[in-house]
């Protein structure tokens, strides 16, 4: 209900494109229990008895022309039931192309049945059968696009193991034999001796990694856009700048502890920073852990070189103005559409113009970075942290990795030309005043605090399960970084009634180093906070904004557990259920928004631009989209409202920082505090 009344407070609030609330009717209520049916306790064989009875009655063999591709889903259920497949207890990797086919064919059998009983039945064959990663990835990203508000528990919940450390698991374990109920506390997975430890709440926040998972599912490299009918506009370019912007906020999480900027990863430099996960998978494998000053090695299927020549070929291209197309035709990228052409190749998605010969530097670096302890396969090691989306940020390389690609983009954004005064100036509007002032009556204005609090999840899914041992309550405690609410009050005056747009960024005062420095320097470390349409009267204008608004953050995700409670007393009529059908699970943790300060105070620069909406915003997409992570996350399914570059006006080279001493660009300093709680 909390996330309910928040955003209708923040529709009011903003009078416009935040997605409606609909009160639930009894067909949603019993889609959502099926959903939460269908990802409860993945590894162990069905429980829920009418899901045993549709697996006992049907066989979409027995159904294929009630499909509308019956040969996908033949051939998936043959190779399922075969025995062809990944088996069930076995590690998914996305990465992994056999896997990746597999769970494909599984996604195209959901996918295009439009026909919730049909595509209930065949999800629930599909469980009873395929490896429960595969099931978990194919059935979440099939959901999502189905665009009925339907929420999928946080994955922290679904595959604890995937989230949390071998130690945390064998202690649920004794608690339910005992049978004793656990609250068990999670630590990060280094020790003081490590300077990395000191940034770790943010790398391996659970919030974090599940925003980065759902990134990746509802932008997946792997999307057929014309098979599927479904757009994915601007994902390049998107994929580009969730990322940019992850590395810009690990950035400021290591300045505001007294540690350097991260550096880019290089083939023929050791990966300074080891990450030991003290984490297992479900089926008893151990994530492989990686020394300090490890070098990177040649795999039997790619090698560093490999990956130094696709460099190459990629800054070669950016360093002329073009891409070759895979029948050589040259693609100029000297445009805004240069960005989203690099970031298709550069990930590579299936969107890449040329994959033959730009190969995909960002998943195939992902691979050398998780295999590079067994890079020959000789210890059968599983797969490392890095090939799954779910478990990738915790480790610092990921950062690393991701310095590497945004400097690539980098070399291409400093080539186009700058924004001109005039390009950037709105006339007639000025924007006299910022300040931010905390929710709380003792906060001080510019005084923005942050602090960790405790944040429980349910670990009942990590375990397995016998009609002999009740469940116990178990969960899982782990600090989180958060911040006091607060708001915006942005006065700005305008000559006539207009249509603008509010964007509003944060960077650090100083580097590292304590300087000031230029604003072109500055410039690829801001952090977006905020960008939402608002409507300017003739005369003065004061904006208050929540930052709970913010388009880039979602607020924490309910539990499994509550979820359920939430439906279930729905269906009995002791509450109403509002359904988002612009529901997003992908988004920042609003704890993440701003970066800790220090205790004795962080300076940093708060930037508020505003620009015409009339000619930076399609409002029909903005009305559509849900503005909630529309800044990560982008409008799912269609096209991305902001007509402007993502980034913008901080995207481009600023040479001389004249062009931005304009009226309706104002910068204000603010102070972050983090206290103790
Ligand atoms: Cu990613």
Redesign the pocket.
Known sequence: MKFALLVVLAAVATGSALAKLEKADEAFLNKQLAVLKLTWRLSSPIEDPDQLAIVQSYNPLDHLSDYTNPETVKHYFEAVRDGRHQKRGEIFNLFERSHRLQMIELFETLFFIKDWDLFYKTAVAARELTNEGQFFYAFSVAIIHREEGLQLPPPYEIFPHMFTTSEVVRQAYRAKMTQIPAIISMNFTGTIRNPEQKVSYFGEDIGMNAH?SH??MDWPFWWKEAEYGVPKDRKGELFWYM?HQLAARFDSERLSNNLADVEPLHWDKPIVEGFVPKAQYKNGFEFPSRPDNIKFQDLSFLSVNDMKQYERRIRKSIAAGFVLDDHWEKISINGTEGVNILGNLIESSANSVNPNYYGSLHNKAHIMLSRVTDPLGKFGMPPGVMEH?ST?TRDPAFFRLHKYMDNLIKEHKDLLPPYTRGELELPGVSVEAVKVIGKSKASTPNLLVTYFQDFYFDLTNALDSSKNVRDVDIQAKVRRLAHEEFEYVITVNSDAEKSAVARIFLAPKLNYYGEEVTLDQLRWEVIELDKFVLKLKNGQNVIRRSSESSSVTIPDRKGYKQILKEVNDAVAGNREYYVDKKVRHCGLPEGLLIPKGKPEGMKFKLMVVITSADEDFSAEHYVESNDNSLSYCGNLGSVNPDKRPLGYPFDRPIPCGDSFRVNNIKTTEITIQNVPN
Request: cysteine-free.
């Open positions: 980065h990134w990746h990322h989306f990738a």
